[in-house]
T-cell receptor
Framework: KNQVEQSPQSLIILEGKNCTLQ??????????LRWYKQDTGRGPVSLTI?????NTKSNGRYTATLDADTKQSSLHITASQLSDSASYIC?????????????FGRGTSLIVHP | DVKVTQSSRYLVKRTGEKVFLECVQD?????MFWYRQDPGLGLRLIYF???????EKGDIPEGYSVSREKKERFSLILESASTNQTSMYLC?????????????FGSGTRLTVV
C-alpha cells in the first residue's frame, strides 16, 4: 500500500531560525513529489515539485531535496518568518495508466514565534 | 494562474438537508477531485473524475455523490447531511502532464452540520 509519512507532526521555532521537515514514502511507481503549504482555513498551495531525476529544488527560502534511492524528501526553511506558520504537506504521486494518483502525508504543523 | 473556485467558504446546514458543494476550474483540466480534511487524518479522497460524466469512488465515498456535467465543474452532493460530515472540503484539479502532475486546490469549504 502506498504511504507517505511526515515528521515531525508539529514544530515550534523562533522567528529567524531554520528548520527541516521530513517526508518518507513508499509509493510506486513514483512519478513526482510535491510540497504544499496550507495556511489555516485555506486550501494547500504548491511550493515545489520534483521528479525522479531531480534531487533539489528551491523556491525562495524553501528548499526541497529528494533521495529517490532511500525514498526520502526534506523541506528546509531558511530564516523563518511569522508568515511561515502553516501546515506543510508532502504529496507523492504514482503513475497509473497515464493518470497521477496522489498519496498525501498528514502534514507537519509549523508555528513560528516572534 | 490556474484557478479552482469553491462557491462557499463557510456553510452551516441542518442534519438531513441535501447539500451541494460546487467547484469550478478555469484551466481545462481533465481531472478533478473532492477531498475532506479532518484534524489528524489529513486529506482523504471522496470522489474523483477524469472526464465529463465520469466518476470514480475514492477512499470514503459513503454518504456522498458527485456530478460532472461540464468539464470545468465538479459538484459534491451530500444527500442527507449528518453531523459526522462536518469537515473542511477541498476541491482540486490536475493536468495529466508529467511535469505538472500535481494538484491545484480551491480555498476550501468549511461545512458544519448541526
Amino acid at each position: 500500500k502506498n504511504q507517505v509519512e511526515q515528521s515531525p507532526q508539529s514544530l515550534i521555532i523562533l522567528e529567524g531560525k531554520n528548520c527541516t521537515l521530513q517526508c518518507n514514502y513508499t509509493v510506486s511507481p513514483f512519478s513526482n513529489l510535491r510540497w504544499y503549504k496550507q495556511d489555516t482555513g485555506r486550501g494547500p498551495v504548491s511550493l515545489t515539485i520534483m521528479t525522479f531525476s531531480e534531487n533539489t529544488k528551491s523556491n525562495g527560502r524553501y528548499t526541497a531535496t529528494l533521495d529517490a534511492d532511500t525514498k526520502q524528501s526534506s523541506l528546509h526553511i531558511t530564516a523563518s518568518q511569522l508568515s511561515d506558520s502553516a501546515s506543510y504537506i508532502c504529496v507523492v504521486s504514482a503513475t497509473t495508466g497515464g493518470s497521477y494518483i496522489p498519496t498525501f502525508g498528514r502534514g507537519t504543523s509549523l508555528i513560528v514565534h516572534p | 494562474d490556474v484557478k479552482v473556485t469553491q462557491s462557499s467558504r463557510y456553510l452551516v446546514k441542518r442534519t438531513g438537508e441535501k447539500v451541494f458543494l460546487e467547484c469550478v476550474q478555469d484551466m481545462d483540466h481533465e481531472n478533478m477531485f473532492w477531498y475532506r480534511q479532518d484534524p489528524g487524518l489529513g486529506l482523504r479522497l471522496i470522489y474523483f473524475s477524469y472526464d465529463v460524466k465520469m466518476k470514480e469512488k475514492g477512499d470514503i465515498p459513503e454518504g456522498y455523490s458527485v456530478s460532472r456535467e461540464k468539464k470545468e465543474r465538479f459538484s459534491l452532493i451530500l444527500e442527507s447531511a449528518s453531523t459526522n460530515q462536518t469537515s473542511m472540503y477541498l476541491c482540486a484539479s490536475s493536468s495529466p502532464d508529467r511535469e505538472s502532475g500535481g494538484y491545484t486546490f480551491g480555498s476550501g469549504t468549511r461545512l458544519t452540520v448541526v
